[in-house]
């Protein structure tokens, strides 16, 4: 009897430790999911800031270098979209 009851609660203890250690093994994989969507928020974030940082850098070179030509030029072309009249722009479509 006492033997029976011993190799009972010897089958219930690994069933309970076997579904623990899948439990815990589904947890650890769902923190290792959030974990990697939480570093590629982060990544993307930090683009951006670097990003944002330089559009800062080159505001502040606008208001130290205002009067200069080659700016005034560089401005047109690029937020404008101006040209000289005798140039041909390209534009690449491919999305690379």
Not at 27 to 34: A, E, P
């Amino acid at each position: 009897m006492a033997s029976e009851t011993k190799r009972q609660s010897s089958i219930i203890l690994r069933v309970v430790l076997l579904i623990f250690a899948v439990w815990m093994i589904y947890y650890l994989g769902s923190l290792i999911k959030d974990y990697t969507s939480v570093q590629k928020q982060y990544d993307a974030v930090a683009a951006r800031r670097d990003e944002l940082k330089l559009e800062v850098e080159q505001k502040a070179n606008m208001l130290e270098n205002g009067n200069d030509a080659d700016f005034i030029e560089r401005a047109a072309r690029e937020r404008l979209g101006y040209v000289y009249a005798d140039e041909h722009v390209y534009i690449d479509i491919s999305g690379d």
